[in-house]
């Protein structure tokens, strides 16, 4: 059910099939190399969501394409001089704000819950903190994040050739060509996490007129290692991002992608979000949980 499309007198009864739940995606719009659109995360994240909320028969709140945490530094000029066309960023203090007011507002409406799915590598630790922001205050309903898509890895190339050669039938729409493909990325593994294979997978698979792959390899997704620190001390810092992947693409050329993978990578998305909604859905100990808290605030 898409919130956008219910009348008003439908609400109510909405809002009773979908067990309290109102799910919403947060994507971002910046560069995805040059062989996907600046869109990925969005567009890939709103039409899996989609189409796991019709399956489980719950409320999806419409995409917000430009909400999400694209670094500021995105925004100015920084020393890996990373092209800005596209990007849109904003102060972090304004995406939380949007966000409170935005799951007040659904609640406002009736819903108990309200999910959020991270299309963005950067929104998952934003929603981390904005989750955990939520018990400053007093509140009737609970708000939770996860991931739109990848659930504990499920798709990197190794883990689906072992899941295909398991139910051939499920991913009947691979070809030969195709297994020989996740074969070669199940070996090098995909390079990256950001407009690698796995992102050019999953966008063949909601848009496949939207990708370029003449231009899979236009530009590098090899880090510059411009800025490291030794793996055993778990340092971490965003200007590692910004300086050691300049062209805003982390991966291997995704060459070999195709939409038939796009198609499985599209079905075991849309069946594992669904798997989770349902059982949201069907979950009211959390509404109970955050109640107990409220009265002992
Ligand atoms: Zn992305």
């Not at 203090?93 to 659904?106: A, F, G, S, Y």
């Not at 819903?111 to 799915?117: A, P, R």
């Not at 899979?216 to 340092?235: H, M």
């Not at 998305?269 to 009265?295: G, H, M, P, Q």
Request: net charge negative; charged share 25%.
């Amino acid at each position: 059910m898409k919130w956008e499309f219910l009348r008003e007198e439908e609400f109510e009864g909405a809002i009773e099939r979908s067990g309290g739940l109102c799910v919403m995606t947060l994507g971002c719009l910046e560069k995805h190399g040059q062989h996907l659109p600046v869109g990925t995360d969005s567009l890939k994240g709103d039409r899996i969501v989609e189409l796991a909320a019709e399956r489980a028969d719950v409320v999806m709140f419409p995409t917000t394409m430009w909400l999400g945490d694209v670094s500021s530094a995105h925004i100015f000029e920084n020393p890996s001089k990373t092209k800005k066309h596209g990007f849109i960023g904003m102060n972090p203090q304004t995406m939380l704000n949007v966000l409170e007011e935005l799951c007040d507002e659904i609640a406002r409406n009736g819903f108990t819950k309200i999910l959020i799915c991270a299309s963005h590598g950067g929104n998952s630790s934003l929603l981390g903190l904005f989750t955990r922001s939520q018990l400053y205050k007093k509140r009737d309903y609970i708000v939770m994040s996860c991931k739109a898509y990848d659930f504990a890895d499920q798709l990197d190339p190794k883990n689906v050739l072992e899941a295909a050669k398991k139910d051939p039938e499920y991913f009947s729409m691979l070809t030969e060509e195709d297994l020989k493909t996740l074969e070669r990325f199940a070996q090098t593994g995909t390079g990256g996490g950001h407009a690698d294979f796995k992102e050019t997978a999953l966008l063949y698979g909601t848009h496949p007129d939207l990708v370029a792959p003449d231009r899979f390899d236009a530009e590098s997704g090899i880090s510059t290692n411009r800025l490291t620190f030794p793996p055993q001390y778990g340092i971490s810092t965003y200007a590692s991002w910004i300086a050691n992947v300049p062209n805003v693409f982390s991966g291997y050329a995704p060459i070999g992608c195709t939409p038939t993978i796009g198609e499985a990578y599209l079905k075991l998305s849309v069946d594992r979000l669904a798997e989770i909604f349902t059982y949201l859905k069907n979950n009211d100990d959390c509404v109970d949980v955050i109640r107990e808290i409220k009265e002992t605030q």
